[in-house]
C-alpha cells in the first residue's frame, strides 16, 4: 500500500521508434520534474532505443496514433 504523501509515480516507457510501451518503473517527481529517457533494449527491433516517459496505462500497451 502507498505511503500517503507518497512522492515517487508510476511511469511507462514508450518506444520513439515501434511505439510500444514495454517497460514501466517508478521515479521521484520532486527530484525529476521532467521528462525521463532511457535507452534500453526494444525485443521487437532487436537493439537498444531510447524510451521516453509517457502515464502508466494498463489497457493499452501500445501508444495512441499520430494523426
Do not use: C, Q, W
Not at 526494444?42 to 516517459?53: A, C
Amino acid at each position: 500500500m502507498a505511503k500517503k504523501g507518497d512522492k515517487r509515480k508510476v511511469i511507462g516507457l514508450l518506444s520513439e521508434e515501434s511505439g510500444e510501451r514495454i517497460y514501466y518503473t517508478t521515479k521521484n517527481t520532486v527530484n525529476t520534474p521532467d521528462k525521463l529517457t532511457l535507452r534500453k533494449y526494444s525485443p521487437k527491433l532487436r537493439r537498444h532505443v531510447i524510451f521516453t516517459e509517457t502515464n502508466k496505462n494498463l489497457g493499452r500497451n501500445e501508444a495512441p496514433k499520430r494523426h
